[in-house]
């Protein structure tokens, strides 16, 4: 696993080579990817293929999975974790907050029951994360 | 009459159901699991965010999900689940004194005990930050809880000290929750979070992380209004000249975890000066034999994935001892692990070799950042074996494994090193 140290403050020094220097996030490795910018998108300092199209997704059009909570009622909390089930445009994260807060369920819940689909049009369903019973 | 179990496991955290099952699949019957909280799952239940499991279950879970999946496999083995319920004391001759709303106080005895208490949290008192002592000051953890449990924000504009996961964590959940994260402050010059988070939680954000500055005062009457960060020097001692103020109501302190062993000391369990755990053998038991502890009550783990694998092999050892056979080697060929240069704590601390089967297994911490760099295992003075590695932090736990033949040869105790690979 590598992690960040100073050396991250250092000004790019290829900006005008066209290669973008990455932190690949989708394993607690985190690889330091550089990313050739036009063209193929070459990926190169991933230890596995989800390096490569994580770094090529970057460059091009940026995604995240958003994890959050939305309201719940009847339950023993008042919130109940949800997640979208795939990953979303980087842009889109916080309008996709504000769709959210504007969801109330009622328990019970299940884990993986769908509680708002094709959020902003993206494909993606939110899940909710955990099952939430009804409380007595 | 008390009643009798098999295997006793204190903590429904991931240690402690993982712990369970694996008990119930090497032989336990009779398994119980207790925690004082309302439901099972530990602190992943405020651990929404995703980043778990990606080692056990090759995908990526949230916390929840992680603990969800494990309280099912719990469920289906029949074993009791009892929440509600504080755990007052563990005996050396394994008898646990507990009380709970429902029950009141009442006490179980046990073929084996496991251990699985988690941490807690580091608090402010712990880092002796100067100034006022206004509301608004929250560890990283308990604001977590309050946000994503009790649904309520516990600040606006806000300021975190430390960069370890669970800051990181919660930078980028008050930002969704339309706070204002105005930095995170690190003493340290590197982070101990992951270098993932930096990116998916500070820079998608544009929050700033400070590293070798720290908070040096809160100010504030009722409710903090500013603070004031320093840049600090190699001895860790604030710059004059460098202050900065930021206005904020809120500071969220990520300053690190101690493992919860209150009950561990009361046993007379031996505790571990740099784990805060205790002192364990190669699967898990205690220095009071029958006795096992796992996940964070024995160190501090970065991921989950490796608790419940640390989990699984107490739980089997648990089962073990419950049913006899275990090999009650408790002093036989003792090979203590000594550490040398660099490194902070090993878990286990020593190996009993003719309990090991085929290898033994060593987690460890380093106490600097390395780069290509190799792990030394000497018996004495002799090498025995060395393992390579491109890159070590203090935040990332290392293990190495150790074959057992290496041990039975071993004439002394073992020694791990860590330093710079030398350039040809
Ligand atoms: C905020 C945070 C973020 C994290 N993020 C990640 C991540 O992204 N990925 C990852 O892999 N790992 C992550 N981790 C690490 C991982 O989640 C922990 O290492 C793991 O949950 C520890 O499990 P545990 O069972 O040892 O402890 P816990 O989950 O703390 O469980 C301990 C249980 O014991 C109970 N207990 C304690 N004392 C008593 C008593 N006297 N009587 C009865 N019950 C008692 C408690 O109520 C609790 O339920 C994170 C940890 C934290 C704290
Ligand atoms: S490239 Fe692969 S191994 Fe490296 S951080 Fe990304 S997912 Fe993990």
New binding site residues.
Partial sequence: MKKLELERNKAPENENRAVKELICIMC?KGCRLKVEEGGGYAVTGNACPKGAEYGRKEVTNPTRVLTSTVKITGAIHSCCPVKTDRDIPKQLVLKAMDVLSGVVLKAPVRRGEVVVSNILGTGANLIATRDMEAAE | MTQRYDVAV?????????AACSAYENGAEKVIV????RE?????N??I??????HYFKEELT?PE?AGRFEEMLRKTGSRLMLD????KVTQNREIH?MSPKEGYSVISAGAVVL????R?RTRGAVGIPGARPAGVFT??AA?RYVNIEGYMVGRRVVILGSG??GL??ARRMTLEGAKVLACVEIMPHSNG?AR?IVQCLEDYGIPLYLSHTVTEIRGKNRVEAVKVQRVDESLKPVPGTEMIFDCDTVLLSVG?IP?N??TRDAGIKIDPRTKGPYVYENMETTVPGVFA?????H????????TAE?KKAGEAAAKYANNSALNAFNSDLKAIINGENVAYTVPQSIRTENTDKFAEVFFRVKRVFGDSVIELKDGEKPLKAYKRQHMAPGEMEHIIIPKDMLLSAAGSLTISVKEEEKQ
């Fill in positions: 607690p | 204190v903590g429904a955290g991931p240690a402690g159901l993982a207790i925690d004082r909280d099972a799952g530990g602190i992943l405020q651990c965010h995703s980043g778990f499991g990606l916390g992680y319920t504080m755990v007052l507990m699985a208490m988690g941490c949290e990283a953890g977590q996961d669970i964590i919660m992951l988070n975890l919860e209150e009950l796992c996940g964070n009550v024995v501090v783990h970065d991921l989950v994935d490796f608790v989990s």
